[in-house]
Structure formats: structure tokens, C-alpha cells
């Protein structure tokens, strides 16, 4: 079992960065491939990014692309999200998930762990 807790939310101005971290506990951590994914209020789960275990690529969609990073360090096991030219539109709660799947998936129902999700606020 794998247990995922995210931190590093909070309020930020438009255009500012902050970065998430999600840490794992369990063995496997450097075999799962880690999601972010995000829920704004009423609206569904989105996926922002991912890192795979094996060659450790990325993968973002468009809508953050080139401004969102996700790394990983695998001594600490934990995930990272780097978020920068924030938006008043990337408010949302954001989470973490975990799959052993050796490939990134934009679909939730893939991954197998999440955290509990932290909030993060761009004010315009």
C-alpha cells in the first residue's frame, strides 16, 4: 500500500509560482508512475501532468505546458510540481496519484494512490 500526501498549496498573485510536493510512503515509489491532476469547483478532475518510472519523461497538457514541471526525487520519495506564470484559472485543488503502470495516463481511473489533495488560489 502506498499512502500520498501533498503540501505546498496557498494563496499566490497571477503570474506568481509555487511548487507542490507529494511524498510517499511505501518501498515502490520509484516504480510508480506519478499523475497531478486538478478539480476546480464544479468542474471535473483534470490532468496536469505526469512523470513515469521507467526513463522518468513527463507529459503535460497544453493548458499548462511550458508553464508547469513535475520532477522527481526518488531518494525522497517525492513528486514535485513547479507552477509558474500562475492564473487566476489554475485555482483548483490539486492532487497527486500513483500508478505502476510503466506508462503516464490522463485517465484517474489508471492510477491506484492519491493524497488528499492541496488548494491552490491565484488571485487576479
Known amino acids: 500500500q502506498v499512502q500520498l500526501v501533498e503540501s505546498g498549496g496557498g494563496l499566490v498573485q497571477a503570474g506568481g509560482s509555487l511548487r507542490l510536493s507529494c511524498a510517499a510512503s511505501?518501498?515502490?515509489?520509484?516504480?510508480?508512475?506519478m499523475g497531478w491532476f486538478r478539480q476546480a469547483p464544479g468542474k471535473e478532475r483534470e490532468f496536469v501532468g505526469a512523470?513515469?518510472?521507467?526513463?522518468?519523461?513527463?507529459y503535460y497538457p497544453d493548458s499548462v505546458k511550458g508553464r508547469f514541471t513535475i520532477s522527481r526525487d526518488n531518494d525522497k520519495n517525492t513528486v514535485y510540481l513547479q507552477m509558474n506564470s500562475l492564473k487566476p484559472e489554475d485555482t483548483a485543488v490539486y492532487s497527486c496519484?500513483?500508478?505502476?503502470?510503466?506508462?503516464?495516463?490522463?485517465?484517474?481511473?489508471?492510477?491506484?494512490?492519491w493524497g488528499q489533495g492541496t488548494q491552490v488560489t491565484v488571485s487576479s
Open positions: 496519484a500513483g500508478t505502476q503502470n510503466p506508462y503516464y495516463s490522463t485517465n484517474l481511473r489508471e492510477y491506484d494512490y
Open positions: 512523470i513515469v518510472w521507467s526513463g522518468g519523461r513527463t
Open positions: 511505501g518501498r515502490t515509489f520509484s516504480r510508480l508512475t
